[in-house]
């Protein structure tokens, strides 16, 4: 069965750091792509970070983020990491450990239950 628990969120004030993972088991970690997704109150769930399956490639979702937020994986640890620095309450929300796999055609898509990160002074 596919799991994926996220660690690390917390409240920090604004301009502090926050490293978020994610622990996958259930599937073959190294195939799979990661992203990490983050859904504040009353908005919808939006792309953060995507990391290739072998890592060697990322895309960030904005501006807002690119400069301030990386994502990172280890495939011998099945982990997949975000780290965000310079942290601005616009940041708050629940983050959220996706991922994403193609067998047979089909894609399959699976949600951690998401860590609450707060952001303020």
């Known amino acids: 069965q596919v799991q994926l628990v996220e660690s690390g969120g917390g409240l920090v004030q604004p301009g502090g750091s926050l490293a978020l993972s994610c622990a996958a088991s259930g599937f073959t970690f190294s195939s799979g792509v990661m992203s990490w997704y983050r859904q504040a109150p009353g908005k919808e769930r939006e792309l953060v970070a995507v990391i290739s399956s072998a890592g060697g490639s990322t895309t960030y979702a904005d501006s807002a983020v690119k400069g301030r937020f990386t994502i990172s994986r280890d495939n011998a640890k099945n982990t997949v990491y975000l780290q965000m620095n310079s942290l601005e309450p616009e940041d708050t929300a629940v983050y959220y450990c996706?991922?994403?796999?193609?067998?047979?055609?089909?894609?399959?898509?699976?949600w951690g239950q998401g860590t609450q990160v707060t952001v303020s002074s």
């Open positions: 996706h991922a994403e796999r193609r067998l047979w055609g089909i894609e399959y898509r699976y």
